[in-house]
């Protein structure tokens, strides 16, 4: 799963969450369920103004097990774990900022190429072809040397070996010539996208026996 969808499945799940409980702590904070007729079960938290959030019975219910606080502990630990992991995970880049370009002629001399502008070369290059409707190209670590990653869209009718070739003659070619590296591996994700489906032809048939209509 990409990174991209982690982030948006995992802040949706928790913004989600934290508007139910707003929602529920603002309708009993204001007391929407007495002005308007409401009864929510006895088990349904924060009722009225008055009410505290969490009562001083679910606060003490269960203080004197002997499991309570190495639960308490071990769940508030596991929770910041995930947040530092999480952290982490989004300061680190999965591929090398920069790759250097060899220079034989030129001695002392060192270049390097940022690794987004390779991509966002190779995602134009890919997208020439009018099939393409949408490239998107990384480049990641490997043992040994960077490899490609790439996922494109293809209207609907696209060619997958025609793209596989021009990738393979075109963008990543120049790649390999312009960087002087002796390999650089990829791999496609090719996605062809269906043709919208047409009316049925009885329907057509039927529409076009109809006579216009005359007032």
């Known amino acids: 799963m990409k990174r991209g969808t982690v982030n ?22 204001l007391d929407l369920y007495g002005r308007l007729g409401v009864d929510p079960p006895e088990w349904w938290p924060l009722t009225s103004p008055d009410q505290p959030v969490v009562s001083a019975r679910s606060r003490t219910r269960w203080v004197g097990e002997s499991w309570w606080w190495p639960t308490v ?3 508030l ?6 947040m530092v992991w999480w952290l982490v995970a989004q300061l680190r880049r999965s591929g090398p900022p920069s790759i250097a370009v060899p220079t034989p ?9 940022r ?3 390779l ?12 099939e ?9 670590r490997a043992p040994g040397h960077p490899r490609l990653r790439g996922a494109v869209r293809l209207t609907p009718g696209g060619d997958p070996a025609a793209l596989v070739e021009h990738f393979e003659t075109g963008p990543r070619t120049d790649a390999l010539s312009s960087l002087g590296l002796p390999e650089l591996p990829a791999d496609l994700r090719i996605r062809v996208l269906q043709a919208a489906p047409t009316e049925p032809r009885h329907r057509l048939s039927r529409r076009r026996r109809r006579h ?4």
């Open 119 to 130: 991509e966002e070369a190779l995602e134009a290059g890919t997208a020439v072809l009018p």
């Open 105 to 113: 002629r030129a001695t002392g001399l060192r270049l390097r190429v």
């Open 8 to 29: 948006r499945t995992l802040l949706g799940v928790v913004g989600a969450v934290l508007l139910a409980v707003g929602v529920l702590v603002l309708a009993g904070g």
């Open 77 to 82: 630990s596991v929770v910041v774990l995930a």
């Open 132 to 140: 393409v409707e949408r490239a998107g190209v990384r480049l990641v």
């Open 73 to 75: 502990i071990g769940g």
């Open 115 to 117: 690794t987004r502008a």
């Open 212 to 215: 216009p209509r005359v007032e």
